[in-house]
């Protein structure tokens, strides 16, 4: 078939929605549905709670979680209602009846341990460094090579904004 013989695509669906559809036609949305217990539980939680614990598996509608220390164990299971009512709220209800809480070491969480960018990433530049930049590569007629260029000189310019504001700060802290 041609690509002119084909009617125009009106949407294409996201793949979510595409592995959705061929793991309900296999039998297996419902374990997929309860495995979205991973990717909520940080927000179920919150960051302090997530940061301690790590979740492992599911099994007959019980959450297997693994706690960094008796003390946090203690805590989760006195909030286990709050705990079961908040993925309720993300899952659904019945999808996680029970959480069962396991002593272990926790493997770094790279969704609650984020890092933050660097501050010199979100610093303005001023207009006449803008102006310095955009009068430097104007002589440039490659787009692509303009575009590096500019990205490299933004970055030089905010590292230099950024170096030179620690060292008023430094300065005028050690002054006072």
Not at 22 to 42: M, P
Not at 89 to 102: F, S, T
């Amino acid at each position: 078939m041609k690509k002119s013989d084909r009617g125009r695509m009106v949407r294409a669906l996201p793949l979510g929605d595409i592995l959705e559809q061929v793991l309900q036609e296999r039998g297996l949305s419902d374990r997929l549905h309860k495995y979205r217990a991973f990717t909520c539980w940080a927000k179920a939680v919150g960051p302090q709670i997530a940061a301690q614990t790590q979740p492992l598996r599911v099994r007959d509608k019980i959450l297997e979680v693994r706690v960094a220390h008796p003390v946090w164990m203690q805590q989760l299971q006195l909030l286990k209602p709050r705990i079961l009512a908040r993925l309720s709220e993300h899952l659904g209800p019945g999808v996680i009846n029970d959480l069962y809480l396991r002593q272990g070491r926790i493997d770094q969480n790279p969704q609650a341990t984020a890092p933050h960018p660097p501050a010199w990433k979100s610093a303005k530049l001023s207009p006449d460094q803008e102006r310095h930049i955009a009068d430097t590569l104007a002589s440039i007629s490659d787009p692509d090579l303009r575009r590096t260029m500019e990205r490299v000189m933004r970055r030089q310019a905010q590292l230099e904004n950024a170096r030179r504001a620690a060292q008023s700060s430094a300065t005028g802290s050690s002054g006072s």
